[in-house]
């Protein structure tokens, strides 16, 4: 197949406008494979169906972002509904979160604290309008999870969703190449209150609703993951808490592990003028 083929089954399916390489989308969503199949019949005068368009796409687009570093592993699109009134805000923020009990880690002490898990929430119809929905994707474009978190937490952290709400009610988002877990650690950062460094524990429910406590072993792999989730969010105190991180990490060990793989994907995932490109340009320059 004709890499100008690839390229716009790739193009169409994200549905990435006005430019392909862009971070944020003017469009609602990704089209669907009907949707990409009948623009590319149109196009090349094909009769191909859904069902091989989304195998073009699976099979190439692992390969097409290796031939283009710069094609968005995260697309933010524009919210699907307009907004015909603002909904009033409740007197007391929404709380769906669970005092769970903590395992003892590294000789620790068993305590209670409040956690917000991101996982599973059961939303009723009423309180819906008051969270936000996101979702991952794998790189291929398949369903990979999905959190929750309420509105008031995120649009106060995220200058992106603030912005989306002066307008919507609501926001959909979706994020490609995000693991779960890493967006699950980015909610317990800001809510339900933020918090001032980086977690100590993964919460997650299990079948039944059974309680996990895992500790994070924090690697740059992990933070880097972390960081470009909230530079796609535009998330200033986020990203300041992971530059504290990697300082404190620098100036307090006598040897770091610094993965050039995760600093190239760092450059790749921000914007020219993100903060945390300097840090690591000063940083490695000061290790020679």
Same mark, same amino acid.
């Given at each position: 197949?004709?890499?100008?083929?690839?390229?716009?089954?790739?193009?169409?399916?994200?549905?990435?406008?006005?430019?392909?390489?862009?971070?944020?989308?003017?469009?609602?969503?990704? &089209?669907?494979?009907?949707?990409?199949?009948?623009?590319?019949?149109?196009?090349?005068?094909?009769?191909?169906?859904?069902?091989?368009?989304?195998?073009?796409?699976?099979?190439?687009?692992?390969?097409?972002?290796?031939?283009?570093?710069?094609?968005?592993?995260?697309?933010?699109?524009?919210?699907?509904?307009?907004?015909?009134?603002?909904?009033?805000?409740?007197?007391?923020?929404?709380?769906?979160?669970?005092?769970?009990?903590?395992?003892?880690?590294?000789?620790?002490?068993?305590?209670?604290?409040?956690?917000?898990?991101?996982?599973?929430?059961?939303?009723?119809?009423?309180?819906?309008?008051?969270?936000?929905?996101?979702?991952?994707?794998?790189?291929?474009?398949?369903?990979?999870?999905?959190?929750?978190?309420?509105?008031?937490?995120?649009?106060?952290?995220?200058?992106?969703?603030?912005?989306?709400?002066?307008?919507?009610?609501?926001?959909? &988002?979706?994020?490609?190449?995000?693991?779960?877990?890493? &967006?699950?650690?980015?909610?317990?950062?800001?809510?339900?209150?933020?918090?001032?460094? &980086?977690?100590?524990?993964?919460?997650?429910?299990?079948?039944?609703?059974?309680?996990?406590?895992?500790?994070?072993?924090?690697?740059?792999?992990?933070?880097?993951?972390?960081?470009?989730?909230?530079?796609?969010?535009?998330?200033?105190?986020?990203?300041?808490?992971?530059?504290?991180?990697?300082?404190?990490?620098?100036?307090?060990?006598?040897?770091?592990?610094?993965?050039?793989?995760?600093?190239?994907?760092?450059?790749?995932?921000?914007?020219?003028?993100?903060?945390?490109?300097?840090?690591?340009?000063?940083?490695?320059?000061?290790?020679?």
């Amino acid at each position: 197949l004709a890499s100008d083929e690839i390229e716009f089954v790739i193009h169409a399916r994200d549905n990435n406008l006005p430019d392909p390489f862009g971070t944020h989308s003017t469009t609602t969503r990704r &089209l669907t494979y009907g949707e990409v199949a009948k623009l590319y019949n149109e196009k090349f005068g094909r009769n191909v169906g859904p069902a091989a368009v989304e195998k073009r796409y699976r099979t190439c687009i692992s390969k097409y972002r290796e031939k283009n570093p710069n094609y968005p592993a995260n697309i933010v699109y524009t919210p699907k509904e307009a907004k015909p009134k603002r909904i009033p805000r409740k007197d007391s923020a929404v709380a769906f979160n669970q005092d769970v009990p903590e395992k003892e880690l590294d000789g620790n002490p068993t305590k209670t604290q409040t956690r917000n898990d991101g996982h599973d929430i059961e939303i009723s119809d009423e309180e819906r309008p008051y969270w936000a929905h996101l979702t991952v994707e794998t790189e291929d474009g398949m369903m990979n999870g999905s959190c929750a978190i309420p509105l008031r937490d995120l649009s106060a952290s995220s200058q992106v969703y603030a912005d989306y709400l002066k307008e919507f009610i609501s926001v959909e &988002l979706s994020f490609m190449a995000t693991k779960q877990q890493t &967006l699950a650690r980015y909610i317990t950062m800001i809510s339900p209150e933020v918090q001032r460094a &980086l977690p100590t524990c993964d919460f997650q429910l299990l079948r039944h609703k059974q309680p996990k406590v895992s500790k994070i072993q924090w690697s740059m792999r992990k933070t880097v993951d972390l960081y470009i989730l909230a530079a796609q969010l535009q998330d200033c105190h986020v990203r300041n808490t992971i530059i504290d991180h990697w300082c404190r990490s620098l100036e307090n060990e006598k040897e770091v592990e610094i993965l050039l793989e995760s600093i190239e994907r760092l450059f790749m995932g921000t914007e020219e003028s993100d903060p945390a490109r300097n840090f690591w340009i000063d940083a490695l320059h000061g290790q020679g």
